[in-house]
Nanobody, 112 residues
């Protein structure tokens, strides 16, 4: 069974940092494009970042470029999202997705 489990969310002050993790099971992330998406309150899903398989290429939404970094540890079968310089607009439920699956999400709240 393909499964993705996110963790690492929480409450952080503006300007702070968080690192999200996404543990995969039932498939090997090294062979799949993996992504982070988010959903802010009252809004639709927004693409955040993509990590290609094989060539290490990454891509970011303009809203997070220069602040967020996607990475993967294929040995641990885990995807990460390092988020720095967080601001209230980053408040959302963050989901990882790949291999046709999406996790249950982890809440990130940026507030003073």
């Amino acid at each position: 069974e393909v499964q993705l489990v996110e963790s690492g969310g929480g409450l952080v002050q503006p300007g702070g940092s968080l690192r999200l993790s996404c543990a995969a099971s039932g498939f090997t992330i090294s062979t799949y494009i993996m992504q982070w998406v988010r959903q802010a309150p009252g809004k639709g899903l927004e693409w955040v970042s993509t990590s290609n398989s094989g060539d290490s290429r990454t891509a970011y939404a303009d809203s997070v470029k220069g602040r967020f970094t996607i990475s993967r540890d294929n040995a641990k079968n885990t995807l990460y999202l390092q988020m720095n310089s967080l601001n209230p607009d980053d408040t959302a439920v963050y989901y990882c997705q790949g291999a046709g699956a999406r996790g249950q999400g982890t809440q990130v709240t940026v507030s003073s």
